[in-house]
């Protein structure tokens, strides 16, 4: 009896049929594509570089609309700047005509009907220039004013409840949040909580997880009694994606233990805080701050607080303890009381702030700072003008600086402390990374101190790069500019001549990121503050030839702004430029890596196209084998 078990022929047919119909679906793909990379599998090294590469041209394509974008702004805000140039031209040409003495009373009326005219559509175009909603012309603001940094365009009741809002119009309602701490809720007025026992909202097991938006409105006299608990504000404990906006508190009067702020106790990942601010006082034990006690990651912008505000540790103006929130466009002008890292700022802060300031006299023990009381990241564009009081690690501007430095930065307030005193840092550790730097920023405190004092930094334990930094000499003449050089850095590098470098004042600094990375390099800053007078009178005469030097001074002014502007927009231009060059490096890279050859994969297509088909019909064949086998028995 013969057995067969197996149809050799067909299995290696079929093996080989297998193989070229694989080759003729990758050749398809590839050439549908385009791609010869497309899973991991074509190739895992590349594959890794080219999803790499695919991010960073991502990056640099958003980088490409911020410039751009920019370049918008700019070209806008020179455009209006024209017109209003246009239009004093017409108002000088008016006040020579007025200035010859030969018209009449009737004349000049008419002539300064035109005047006033132009001078009102001038102030019509600054007050009414810009760009997506930001400000071309900003006046200075005063720090003195409770009001909003920026102005608030408030939502109606329709449009709220178009937008899927809850009305809150009364205390009884806004405590109702606790009720439904997922919902989205917006005031519809000022709220006066005098007399109100007001209960935080959201606890640390019970989270608020909504969003609150005060719509541009205030709520007054907010008290809390409870100085032994702890995560007390009017929100006590906000969780993950909350948001909280354009609401003011004013004349607060919070007392607690621990995560103590007059808007919020405490806020986890992603929370952002907008455009608040909070006046009177908060008082706690750890983690207290004018506006928020404790945060972990998110974002504090536009806000700012008066609070007078005392604590034991983490006590700042604004933040008690800042753990990786980015902190910008924000100040606090209150006195702050405590103990360890005691800021006019911000107590404690892991991450560094921009474009901020504070104000405030800051009284503690350890790690004391005008600004800062502990800082462990860099930060720019800020300043602390008040008096910083205490005994260890006391600085103007940072108490404990163990950050990568900072820079456009200064401190003018006295310090006075005992050990490592300086007018700007009291102690400064920035360990080994390069990156470490202070740089463009100056002190003119006066600075009092017995061991490790000096004008500048009390004890210098490390940084690696000092660049133009500077102090009056006539205001310290007994100190040097470190009191403590540990790094060894070279003194002669700072600078007691005081060249003053240029700190923007906030809340008018606009950031461009005009890079893919997080560093200064990758971003520009401009300063939109710029104001016009535009009251001209001609009368007769004389106030016309008054008027003429006037109008001279105004389009000198416009004329300086719009080289500010033109510069602006040649650097963005640059940048833009730049980002174009590393887009048509990185894509010709990715094209290397990643793209197909046509003509390769064509003839890859017809070769297993052929062999898919001879196989095939050679595989009808083999089948056959068997029968015919069977036939000879």
Sequence with gaps: MINLNTNLGALIVQSNLKTSTNGLNTAIERMTTGFKINHAKDNAANYSINTKLSSKLSSYYAAQDNASMGLDMMTSAMENLDLISSHLSRIRNLAEQAANGTYSGESLRAIQSEVAARLAEGQRIIQNSNYNGIQLFQAPEKESESKFIKEVVRLSEEEALAQGYTLIKTADELQAMQDNLSGKYILMNDIDLAGYDWTAVGTYDNRFAGEFNGNGYVISNLTINEPTKQFQGLFGVGDARTSYSNVGLENVDIKGQRDIGALIGRFDTSISVSNCYSTGSVTGIERVGGLVGDSYKGAVTNCYSTCNVKGTSDTGGLIGYNFGVTVSNCYASGDVTGKYRVGGLIGYSSLGPSNCYASGNVFGETNVGGLLGEAFYRFSNCYATGNVTGTTNVGGLVGNSK????????????????????????????????????????????????????????????????????????????LTAIGYNKAGIDETLIKNDFPIPKVPVLPNIITFQIGIASGDSSQMSFDLEFTLDLSIEISDSESARKALNQIDELMAKINQRQTEF???YNRLESALETIGVHIDNLTSTQSTIRDADIAEESSAYIRNQILQQASATLLATANQTPAIAMQLL
């Design 566 to 568: 033109g510069s602006a």
């Design 403 to 478: 950050a990568y430095g900072f820079d456009y930065s200064y401190s003018t307030g006295s310090v006075s402390g005992k050990e490592n005193v300086g007018g700007l840092i009291g102690y400064n550790d920035t360990g080994s990374s390069s990156s470490a730097r202070i740089k463009n920023s100056y002190s003119l405190s006066k600075v009092t101190g017995e061991i490790n004092t000096g004008a500048l930094i009390g004890y210098l334990e490390s940084v690696r790069n000092m660049e133009n930094i500077s102090y009056n000499t006539s205001i310290n003449p007994r």
